[in-house]
């Protein structure tokens, strides 16, 4: 754990402190990614850990690629996530405002059969 200071700043700036303050290589290969606003972090970090603080909300990764080591890269996309089912609706079989139409005592009984299974006992 290092001591880390970068101020909100571009990608390639704040990578360029990283390293220095905490000694790792970091690097990217895409020079689109330097103009890439990255926010503040301070604090006793790993490179590591300052690195996943730095690209929150970016939609880049850190990906160790050695001990002490990371590339910068565009995240994976995330495959479309299903949409929730909304909550169920919980079935009032006696709404407040009107009375039952069928008593249980009333309602239609069903009528089972036991089955016998081979080797159970009675």
Do not use: C
């Not at 790993?46 to 002490?68: F, I, K, M, S, Y």
């Amino acid at each position: 754990m290092a001591p880390i200071d970068i101020p909100p700043s571009r990608l390639d700036a704040a990578i360029r402190l990283l390293s220095a303050q905490s000694g790792a290589s970091i690097g990217f290969r895409d020079a689109r990614l330097s103009a890439q606003r990255v926010p503040a972090v301070r604090g006793r970090f790993t490179a590591g850990q300052a690195l996943e603080r730095l690209l929150l909300g970016t939609r880049l990764q850190a990906r160790r690629v050695a001990p002490n080591t990371y590339l910068i890269e565009p995240a994976p996309k995330r495959a479309a996530q299903p949409r929730p089912l909304a909550p169920r609706a919980r079935r009032n079989l006696h709404p407040p405002s009107s009375p039952p139409t069928r008593s249980w005592s009333q309602a239609p009984s069903a009528t089972f059969r036991s089955a016998s299974i081979p080797g159970a006992s009675r």
